[in-house]
């Protein structure tokens, strides 16, 4: 039988975590194991945890806010070095359905008795006002006679993807193996449409319909710097648009990277004749910073160590050299 890690990272939110953990606690398919990467949380998320009898080995706070990327990479090779056949990963702000594990698992069960290969199976996601959010992009892959073939699962309730988020999302050990892990470099937003679209360059993912989720708090829709009106999230966005630059070059034609180039050239300028000074401020250092980004690749065996945590015992494993894996 397969061994199934959820894992859930935080940060800030106890009372969201506590709603997760209590959903993913209520599967019809029990989860072998839930691990917690609490992002330096300062909210009293620690205690809330020991409250709910989580074992303290299930427990790995950072020793510092190492942003959602970072938090994903430390999740991902906390969960693969624990011996974990699926990682299914999300966020505190996620509330799957009672048999949202169990559906994603039928699902892989129905692809492999179709000799499909699969890099992820994801969830679909929901608003709490049942409106569908973290919609992925479909798989560009053809068949072999030269069409696209993401309608050959639709039968099943299944479709072929290739863009998708870390919402609800269940991992193969092989994928990690193949292709590592996501890059913590990164910091916030762009790190799971980065490592999704990596690890689904030759077998897409697959989004299944019958595995629910809700995703709390998404009715504004996606984050958009033009929409925001908290000056504290401004600078956060040089993360948001460089990471869109540098994935533009890293997966797409090379015409796609001047096109974003040029796209938020004219965003920053919008800005600065509109005296929003902070917003073309980081609009254009997000662009210089993205011509020389360039994120390491690591492995999901590579040691967790006190510089990851807080804690003092690193978790064990062999490290893998980042020439075996493919291009990122």
């Not at 074992?55 to 020793?63: E, K, M």
């Not at 969830?123 to 409106?131: F, H, M, V």
């Amino acid at each position: 039988m397969n061994k199934i890690h959820a894992v859930v990272l935080t940060y800030n939110r106890k009372e969201l975590l506590r709603r997760c953990l209590e959903a993913i606690q209520s599967q019809t398919r029990p989860c072998d194991e839930i691990l917690v990467i609490d992002n330096a949380s300062q909210d009293g998320t620690q205690d809330m945890l020991r409250g709910l009898g989580l074992a303290p080995r299930n427990i790995y706070r950072l020793a510092k806010n190492v942003g959602a990327s970072g938090g994903f990479n430390v999740g991902f090779r906390l969960g693969y070095q624990r011996g974990a056949d699926f990682v299914w990963m999300m966020d505190d702000d996620v509330l799957p359905e009672p048999d949202a594990l169990q559906r994603l698992l039928d699902a892989n069960e129905t692809l492999s008795d179709m000799g499909l290969a699969r890099s992820y199976l994801l969830s679909t996601a929901y608003t709490e006002r049942g409106i569908i959010t973290n919609t992925p992009n479909i798989s560009p892959l053809c068949n072999t006679i030269g069409y696209r073939n993401w309608p050959a699962t639709l039968a099943h309730g299944l479709v072929p993807v290739q863009q998708a988020t870390f919402v609800s999302i269940l991992v193969p050990r092989k994928t990690l193996d193949d292709y590592g892990v996501p890059f913590s470099e990164m910091f916030i937003w762009g790190e799971d449409t980065e490592y999704t679209m990596r690890v689904s360059r030759d077998s897409p993912g697959y989004m299944v319909g019958a595995s629910k989720v809700i995703h709390l708090r998404q009715d504004l829709g996606p984050i958009n710097i033009n929409k925001e009106t908290n000056p504290s999230r401004i600078p956060l966005y040089r993360h948001h648009i460089r990471n869109k630059i540098f994935i533009s070059k890293k997966h797409k034609v090379y015409p796609r990277f001047l096109v974003e180039l040029f796209r938020n050239g004219k965003l920053a300028t919008k800005f600065l004749f509109k005296r929003e000074y902070r917003k073309s401020w980081t609009v254009f250092s997000a662009i210089i910073e993205s011509l020389y980004f360039s994120p390491v690749r690591q492995s999901a065996d590579v040691p967790l160590v006190p510089d990851d945590s807080q804690t003092k015992e690193p978790v064990t494993g062999n490290i893998r050299p980042a020439s075996e894996l493919p291009d990122a």
